[in-house]
Nanobody
Framework: VQLQASGGGLVQAGGSLRLSCAAS????????MGWFRQAPGKEREFVGG????????AYADSVKGRFTISRDNAKNMVLLLMNSLKPEDTAVYYC???????????????????WGQGTLVTVSS
């Protein structure tokens, strides 16, 4: 499967953005999907994950209650709706895919075998 992330940009603190990740070349429902982010000078960190059927979701504590991950299996897309954005949310955001046959471990980067190219989110104070 190939992944293409989009939707990043510049937003003021308190604002919202929606990131999209389009998948192609595979059976989309056979992949759990995740979002990670990497801020300058920091390690990549887990943001959210959703199972292949969309019934299981997981979030990092830092984004819980503000971010929502969802997937549209008819369109082969996974979305990340980000509300109440903070300057500390500034990062390059990556989507990733994990074959569902490997189980459910959404917060572990090694769980995913395919990564998109990243989209930059900048939150100004």
């Amino acid at each position: 499967v190939q992944l293409q992330a989009s939707g990043g940009g510049l937003v003021q603190a308190g604002g919202s953005l929606r990131l999209s990740c389009a998948a192609s070349g595979g059976i989309f429902t056979e992949y759990a999907m995740g979002w990670f982010r990497q801020a300058p000078g920091k390690e990549r960190e887990f943001v959210g994950g959703v199972s292949g059927g969309g019934t299981r979701k997981a979030y990092a504590d830092s984004v819980k209650g503000r971010f929502t991950i969802s997937r549209d299996n008819a369109k082969n897309m996974v979305l990340l709706l980000m509300n109440s954005l903070k300057p500390e949310d500034t990062a390059v955001y990556y989507c990733a895919a994990a074959p569902t046959v490997t189980g459910w471990a959404p917060s572990t980067s090694d769980y995913y075998d395919t990564w998109g190219q990243g989209t930059l989110v900048t939150v100004s104070s």
